[in-house]
């Protein structure tokens, strides 16, 4: 199985849930004690953060594509960027480095499409939900990328932000998400993609009357399958 190199901290929480589900998959696969050769580089969300604030993009690009590298002189043979809205400058992070960049957007395009949707709804940041590197990647696809009404995204990135990845876990927030899915149901979402890797934290499947696309467990599942792949 070949290394793979883990960027995490944004947030730690969802972090932990890669390391967790990578170890757990493998070991599903291989049986007994096995579990993922893996080296991680957890960057400081608060430095991450602020550079979003600012619409510093190209600081952003230019830290993970750092800890890219780090990765790849570490020994990764696979970098995950394990977070959805740092994707947006996926390119600059792939570019920096000469092994294979996993795509979380690639993972989650490819399981919408084995259910044969044409039509879904998008939670995340509001750098996710109102950007177009989601929308523009599903829509070369075929898939059409609903949101949330403007009131409802201010309320997912809230909750994103002061709540999940500060650890804290809300009943009435959880009730709301409920809402919101439902309500991208109601306007045609034939599934909803859960497009924040924190947001699986809060909901799952038993919350939803159709099919959540959980981007953490998409994205980690693609790393190891391309990990074990001759």
Request: aromatic share 6%; proline share 3%.
């Amino acid at each position: 199985m070949r290394s793979i190199g883990l960027i995490g901290g944004m947030s730690w929480e969802s972090s932990a849930e890669y390391y967790r589900l990578l170890n757990g998959l493998t070991r599903e696969r291989l049986g007994g004690h096995h579990c993922a050769p893996s080296v991680m580089v957890t960057v400081d969300f608060a430095e991450i953060e602020a550079m979003q604030r600012a619409d510093d993009w190209q600081g952003a690009a230019q830290r993970l594509a750092g800890a890219a590298v780090s990765l790849e002189r570490a020994g990764a043979e696979l970098v995950v960027l394990c977070t959805n809205t740092m994707h947006r400058v996926a390119d600059e992070i792939a570019a920096a480095i000469r092994i294979p960049f996993v795509d979380i957007i690639d993972a989650t395009v490819q399981r919408i499409e084995a259910a044969g949707m044409r039509t879904v709804g998008l939670l995340g940041t509001r750098f996710t939900m109102e950007g177009e590197f989601y929308r523009a990647r599903m829509a070369e696809c075929g898939i059409e990328v609903i949101v949330p009404h403007a009131p409802d995204r201010v309320l997912v990135h809230d909750v994103i932000y002061h709540e999940l990845t500060r650890g804290r876990i809300q009943d009435s927030s959880r009730q709301e998400f409920k809402r919101i899915v439902d309500a991208l149901a109601e306007r045609g979402a034939e599934g909803v993609i859960l497009g924040c890797t924190e947001i699986p934290l809060l909901i799952g499947p038993a919350d939803s009357r159709v099919p959540l696309f959980d981007t953490t467990r998409l994205h980690i599942e693609h790393a190891v399958e391309l990990a074990l792949a001759p």
